[in-house]
């Protein structure tokens, strides 16, 4: 099927039905396209196609059901170059093919075409990616002026996020009136655990599209950036004292509803509250500092303010520099760790476990479950043979936080 052959486009819901049948009548088979969200946005309506009951449930409620397993086949479709066959879920379920829908690099969507009674031919395959591209510039084209301005707004936050933009400019671009409190928060998906896949780049797509979508409709000031891995919203705030608790409930409502768009848990960070968008890049680094140890860590909160995670941010600072600059490691450490690893010995443990229970030898133990005189033969041996000086408060601090960091 050429592209010709297919309706024009000037971009309504009729012309997405249209297109929907016509793509059905050459793959032999029921098709649907759906937006990121798994909205279906039409249907084909052909006589005698036929459909399972996981399609008739997604045309009734206009949205596809939640499937886990399914959420890998998405992943697969939108990194694909052309059609893709994919397994049946369920017993009763019927195959399917899908392609993307992109616009350029910019995944919009997807068509998802049942196989009739024959499979899916070449032609069939041709007629699913000259509709992908038509449905492309049909869903652009239903794209409103609202949404173009967002985009705009989400320009001059990225550009003023890292530093590109003064405030004038910046109030200009954004329509931030007179000398408001501002708030910043920012929205990542959790690591992945250890030995799991890392979270595909439609997580983030997803997580954009819907933090898009909900931020308008809470907040008309609202104005959504993504930058790297992170979704950021700018909240303009009116009452000074409250702002903060003000940003906190907008930020942990939101938190609850786009953790919904995820398969992966969400974290969210709120910055501090600033007298003027000239705080921008800071209060990004602030926002980012949260982000890094709380999607880090499965048992952090879901929402953090650096209140909360002062203690871990700093320590994630110390690291660094220590990574920077190896002189600045004591080396006693370093050569008791080495000596942990090559001999199987237990200084590096014992010394930590100790500083962690404030110099209590009982606890320390029980922790290690060890006696307490073997640990402090451990104590003992670690002074005398890695020049360790736990006697000294300052030694113990630069001890603690290098076996802190090499745990």
Same mark, same amino acid.
């Given at each position: 099927m050429k592209m010709a052959n297919l309706p024009t486009h000037s971009g309504t819901s009729e012309e997405l039905y249209a297109l929907a049948d016509a793509i059905g009548a050459v793959t032999g088979g029921a098709v649907a396209i759906e937006d990121l969200d798994h909205r279906i946005l039409a249907y084909s309506t052909l006589p005698d196609q036929r459909i399972d009951e996981h399609r008739r449930q997604g045309i009734l409620e206009r949205r596809v059901p939640h499937q886990p397993e399914q959420l890998a086949q998405y992943r697969e479709v939108l990194a694909a170059a052309g059609v893709v066959r994919l397994p049946v879920l369920a017993e009763a379920e019927l195959p399917r093919a899908a392609v993307a829908i992109r616009a350029g690099q910019r995944p919009l969507g997807t068509i998802w075409a049942i196989e009739g009674e024959r499979p899916i031919d070449d032609a069939g395959e041709r007629?699913?990616?000259?509709?992908?591209?038509?449905?492309?510039?049909?869903?652009?084209?239903?794209?409103?002026?609202?949404?173009?301005?967002?985009?705009?707004?989400?320009?001059?936050?990225?550009?003023?996020?890292?530093?590109?933009?003064?405030?004038?400019?910046?109030?200009?671009?954004?329509?931030?009136?007179?000398?408001?409190?501002?708030?910043?928060?920012?929205?990542?998906?959790?690591?992945? $655990?250890?030995?799991?896949?890392?979270?595909?780049?439609?997580?983030?797509?997803?997580?954009?599209?819907?933090?898009?979508?909900?931020?308008?409709?809470?907040?008309?000031?609202?104005?959504?950036?993504?930058?790297?891995?992170?979704?950021?919203?700018?909240?303009?705030?009116?009452?000074? $004292?409250?702002?903060?608790?003000?940003?906190?409930?907008?930020?942990?409502?939101?938190?609850?509803?786009?953790?919904?768009?995820?398969?992966? $848990?969400?974290?969210?960070?709120?910055?501090?509250?600033?007298?003027?968008?000239?705080?921008?890049?800071?209060?990004?680094?602030?926002?980012?500092?949260?982000?890094?140890?709380?999607?880090?860590? $499965?048992?952090?909160?879901?929402?953090?303010?650096?209140?909360?995670?002062?203690?871990?941010?700093?320590?994630?600072?110390?690291?660094?520099?220590?990574?920077?600059?190896?002189?600045?490691?004591?080396?006693?450490?370093?050569?008791?760790?080495?000596?942990?690893?090559?001999?199987?010995?237990?200084?590096?443990?014992?010394?930590?476990?100790?500083?962690?229970?404030?110099?209590?030898i009982g606890e320390a133990a029980a922790r290690l479950t060890i006696h307490p005189n073997t640990l402090k033969y451990r104590l003992r041996r670690a002074g005398e043979l890695f020049g360790i000086d736990l006697d000294h408060p300052d030694d113990r601090l630069s001890c603690w936080l290098q076996l802190r960091m090499a745990r």
């Open positions: 007629a699913m990616l000259d509709g992908a591209r038509l449905a492309a510039l049909h869903m652009l084209r239903r794209r409103s002026a609202a949404e173009l301005d967002l985009q705009a707004r989400e320009d001059a936050l990225r550009a003023a996020l890292r530093g590109r933009r003064t405030a004038r400019e910046v109030r200009f671009e954004l329509g931030l009136p007179g000398q408001r409190p501002l708030a910043l928060l920012g929205f990542a998906p959790a690591a992945a $655990p250890t030995g799991a896949d890392a979270p595909a780049d439609d997580l983030l797509v997803r997580l954009a599209a819907a933090s898009t979508r909900h931020w308008p409709a809470v907040h008309a000031e609202a104005s959504v950036a993504t930058v790297g891995r992170t979704v950021y919203v700018l909240l303009p705030l009116d009452d000074a $004292p409250a702002a903060l608790a003000t940003a906190r409930r907008l930020g942990e409502q939101a938190a609850a509803v786009l953790d919904r768009s995820l398969e992966t $848990p969400l974290r969210a960070a709120c910055s501090r509250i600033a007298a003027g968008p000239e705080e921008l890049p800071e209060l990004r680094a602030e926002v980012d500092d949260i982000l890094r140890v709380t999607t880090a860590d $499965p048992d952090a909160p879901g929402f953090a303010t650096l209140r909360e995670t002062h203690a871990r941010v700093l320590l994630a600072h110390v690291g660094d520099e220590l990574a920077r600059r190896p002189r600045l490691r004591h080396p006693g450490i370093e050569a008791m760790l080495e000596h942990d690893r090559t001999k199987g010995t237990a200084f590096g443990a014992s010394v930590a476990a100790w500083l962690d229970a404030v110099g209590n």
